[in-house]
C-alpha cells in the first residue's frame, strides 16, 4: 500500500511532507518529514515532545511523553504553492493508542457515535476572514482603498484581491473542493470563500487546508490572513456558520421533511427538528467550544453594537430563514450561525454532534420557529418571548461548558479539563490587563 502511494507522489515531484496536525485552539501544528519515511509517519507517527502542544497535559517524562502525529494515507495533497512539499493530516496518538485529547481523534470518536445508528453528519463549513496588514503599531484592512460605508458584495474593492481569491481558488479545487463562491463581506477588508459540504471530519480538514493555504498565500503578498472573529469594534466579525446535515447508510438526509412539514416554518424531519433542539439546549456550552475566544463574544453582541447590523445570532432561537437567531431552518437542514472564525473546527463538531444527539435520545421538541427580526426587538421583548441570550463574554460561556455533562463528556476529560484551563486564564489575562480604552476613560477623570 505505501510504496504505491510514495512512488506516486515522487512521480509527482514530493519529496517532503508536511505532517500537520491541529492542537486545541485549532491551530495547526507539525514538522516536516521526508518522504522516504512514508511509511512510518503512516503507521507510527512523526513524535513530537507532547507537553509543548496546548491542551495535551501530557506528562514531560515516560511513555506518555511522546505525542505522534499519524498521517492518514488518503489524505496526502500536494501543496501547490510550495512545489516539493505534500500536506498530511495527522491525528494524535500517544503510547500506540489514539490519543483521547486530540481534536481530531475528539470528532472521529463524535462521528463513530452516529455511525453506531448508521448515521453520517455532513456540514458545510463557511470561512469568513479578513485581509490585514499590521503598520505602525495599528492593524488595518490590507487594501487601503476598501472603505465603502456598506462593504457587502463590494465590487470595488474584490478586484483588487482577485489575485489571491484566485490563487486560494486554485489551491483547494486542486485538492478536489468543489468552491462555490467567493465574495466581499461586510466589513472593510472582510471576505468569504465557500466550498461544497462534505462529511464532517473532511469539512473539518478542509478548513485546516484552507487557512493553511490561506496563511501562506496572504503572506506571500505581503498580507495577514486573519480569522480572528472581530478584529474591528465598529465592523461586523468573522463567522464560521455550519450548514447542517444528518445522513443514513442508503445515502438519504434524514432531516428532508416529508410532505407536511415541507410548507411549514421549519421545513426538516422530526429527527432533524430534536437535533436542532438538542443544538439550542446546549446552546450556552456551546459557546465556549464555538466562540472560543474572549474577542468573539465582541462579535455575539446584543442590543446596540458598534457596527450596527453584524448578522450575527446573539439569541437561542431558530427560524425559516432567520440569519438573526442562532439556527437558520432551511429545506433539509440548519444553518448553525453561532461558530466564529476562532473556532477549532473538530472540536465545535464533536461537540455540535453531541448536543444533536442528546436532542434525539431525549426526544426533545423544538419550540416555536421564530419569524421575527430578532435584531429589531428590544431585549424586553426578547426576554417577553421566552428566547434566552447566549453568553456575552467568554468567562460565562466556559462557565456554561462546565456544567454542561453532555458536552463536556463529548471532548472527553482530558481535553474537557484542559479547554476549562486554558479558556479561564485567558479571560483572567483578559479581565486584569489594563487596556487603553480604561485609561482614555480613567486616567484623569476622578
Ligand atoms: N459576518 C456575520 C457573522 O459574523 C455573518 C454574515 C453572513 O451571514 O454572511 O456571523
Ligand atoms: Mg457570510
Known sequence: MIEPLKKKLASQGIHTLLAQFTDVHGVAKGKYVPLDKLEELVCVGAGFAGPSIWGTALPRIGPRAEYYARANENHILPLPWMPGYA??????YVDGQPFDACPRQVLQRATARLAQRGW???TGIEPEFFLLKHEQGQWLPADDGDRLDKPSYDLRSLPRQAGFLHELNGVLRAWGLDVLQLDHEDAHGQFEVNFAF?????????????????????????????????PFANQPGSGLHFHVSLWDAQGANVFEPNATQRGTDTPVSELGRQFMAGVLAHSTALCALAAPTVNSYKRLTVGESLSGTTWAPAYVAHGPNNRTATLRSLPGRFEWRLPDASANPYLATAALIAAGLDGIDRGLELGPACTEDLFKLSLGEIAARGIAVLPQSLNDAVTALEADAVVCEALGPTLAAEFLRLKRDEWLAYARHVSGWELARYAATF
Open 87 to 92: 500536506w498530511a493530516v495527522c491525528s494524535g
Open 120 to 122: 453520517t453528519l455532513k
Open 198 to 230: 462534505d462529511e464532517a471530519l473532511a469539512s473539518a480538514d478542509h478548513v485546516m487546508g484552507f487557512k493553511l493555504a490561506a496563511h501562506a498565500l496572504a503572506e506571500a503578498r505581503g498580507m495577514v490572513f486573519s480569522m480572528m472573529p472581530k
